[in-house]
């Protein structure tokens, strides 16, 4: 699939009316469509950050449908399926494995690496941070993308997730949808 292929996919989501322009411009030209998701484990590949947001959005709905979940608003698990690992859109890049004289640097493109540049470190809350320019989101929407880790965090965070499941029952969910994708379909 190409970049134009996962922009085309995104399009046919509720997401494409919601969203705003800037938001559009943002996603495309800061790489949402051809970003990996992560360096060597679930969705290691040019688009693979999509790819992952996408399962975990289409598990979510699923899952909002089968067992009946009500969010505050009905765009939520688009929302927070979607854009709970936007922290990722400027995390890794090719290692430079060559450069010349004139400063021109050659990429091993078949790896990837974390990089040094990225805007700030994070991840639920870069995610909320980056999210937070483009639209306000719900505190349901919040807790979501700020837990959707689940347990896999520093213990010191354990009682703050067991804190949010009881507030929003959908911090759960999110944290399935997100383990459904990485760990089951291996996305
Ligand atoms: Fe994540
Ligand atoms: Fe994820």
């Known amino acids: 699939m190409t ?7 995104f399009m046919k989501t509720p997401l494409a009316d919601f969203i705003s322009e800037d938001f559009k411009t943002y996603l495309l030209a800061e790489g949402f469509f051809r970003s990996p ?12 950050l999509f790819d992952h947001s996408f399962a975990v959005m289409n598990f979510l709905v699923e899952l909002s449908a089968k067992n009946g979940l009500r969010w505050k608003r009905a765009e939520s698990p688009f929302i927070v399926g979607m854009f709970h690992d936007l922290c990722k859109i400027d995390n890794y890049r090719h290692p430079v494995i060559a450069e010349s004289l004139d400063g021109q640097k050659v990429y091993d493109e078949s790896k990837w690496e974390y990089n040094p540049n ?3 470190k994070g991840h639920g809350d870069k995610s909320i941070i980056l999210l937070s320019q483009f639209m306000t989101l ?3 929407e919040i807790m979501c993308i700020r837990y959707h880790m689940g347990a896999f965090v520093e213990k010191e965070e354990w009682r703050d997730y067991t804190g949010a499941v009881h507030r929003y029952a959908n911090v759960l969910w999110t944290h399935q949808a997100d383990m459904l994708a990485s760990h089951v379909v291996g996305i």
């Open 118 to 120: 990225s805007t700030f």
């Open 37 to 48: 998701a992560s360096t060597k484990y679930h969705g290691a590949y040019k688009g693979g």
């Open 138 to 140: 719900t505190e349901e």
């Open 3 to 9: 970049e134009k292929d996962r922009l085309d996919l």
